[in-house]
């Protein structure tokens, strides 16, 4: 009786290129793996040491290390920010100059996208020029004759500065990313909304705006967080206390003989970026989907 060698199945047999080939894609994983974590920390430690220390208090700011727990997890940091601190006015202010503004570049931003890319018209791509222009002005140079045209306007000591900048800053941008989102729309839609006898401007509410509203979304949240983080306009037009924007009422968070009051500064801090950090999240994929919507041509 003669022994049979039985010869190993197939699947069993690795050749050399392929390990190496799994080997490498092995090595690609986990390294892309490892640089998403590491992001993931340096994203989520900053957030996770400013909600931390909006609990701690005074001592334990000037006393303890940087990293070190807060000895009592209360709200009182929080408490003061909103009474003594007057957060809730601040925000109240913010959102007072955002909404209008926010409301007027994506209005007129829109508008103007929608003329310079679907209507024809002569001159249409010098006016693009021109607002391109703006963009590359910077708001720092504006502010000085600004400040003296609201104050013999009388304008100064009211909202209106703060809605008339940031609607002028935030317009050349916004024209130039809405005229190139109207560029990938097909115009088979206008030509046949039309020949139903549509006016231009019925063609833009109708369909225009409408299939452009994921890149608005996207519009209107980079414009949303350039409005309400910024200092320098709103320090330059606020000569008034009661009409202080957060940013700038954050600079005002002093105690006793002047020093910083860290735990009602750092509470402060947490409630604007945990409120601008929410909203993101709601229209996380709306903005995804705005920023791909430009960038094929229909």
Do not use: C
Request: proline letters at 5%; aromatic letters at 12%.
């Amino acid at each position: 009786m003669t022994d049979t060698m039985t010869a190993p199945p197939r699947e069993n047999l690795v050749s050399p290129r392929a390990a190496t080939v799994r080997g490498r894609a092995y090595a690609r994983r986990l390294t892309r793996n490892l640089l998403v974590a590491l992001l993931v920390v340096v994203e989520v430690a900053p957030l996770l040491w400013l909600l931390l220390s909006s609990f701690k208090t005074q001592s334990e700011f000037v006393n303890d290390p940087a990293w070190s727990l807060p000895g009592k997890w209360d709200l009182h940091n929080y408490a003061d920010a909103w009474t003594s601190g007057h957060v809730g006015l601040y925000i109240r202010n913010s959102l007072l100059a955002t909404a209008p503004s926010l409301a007027l570049i994506i209005v007129l931003g829109t508008a103007a996208g929608f003329a310079l890319e679907v209507m024809i018209w002569r001159g249409r791509h010098q006016v693009l020029l021109v607002f391109l222009l703006g963009i590359m002005v910077p708001s720092q140079m504006i502010l000085l004759p600004l400040f003296r045209v609201y104050f013999q306007s009388g304008l100064s000591g009211t909202m209106w500065p703060l809605i008339i900048t940031y609607t002028a800053v935030g317009l050349p941008l916004t024209v130039f990313m809405m005229a190139t989102y109207f560029r990938a729309v097909p115009r088979e839609m206008f030509e046949a909304a039309t020949l139903d006898g549509a006016s231009m401007l019925t063609a833009f509410w109708r369909i225009g705006f409408p299939v452009v509203r994921n890149a608005v979304f996207t519009v209107a949240l980079v414009q949303f967080f350039f409005i309400w983080n910024d200092l320098l306009v709103s320090l330059t037009f606020t000569t008034d206390d009661s009409l202080r924007t957060i940013q700038v009422g954050l600079l005002n968070f002093t105690g006793q003989y002047g020093e910083t009051a860290y735990g009602p500064l750092f509470a402060a801090i947490s409630i604007n970026v945990v409120g601008a950090l929410v909203l993101y999240l709601l229209i996380n994929q709306r903005i995804i989907k705005g920023l791909t919507a430009g960038a094929v041509k229909g």
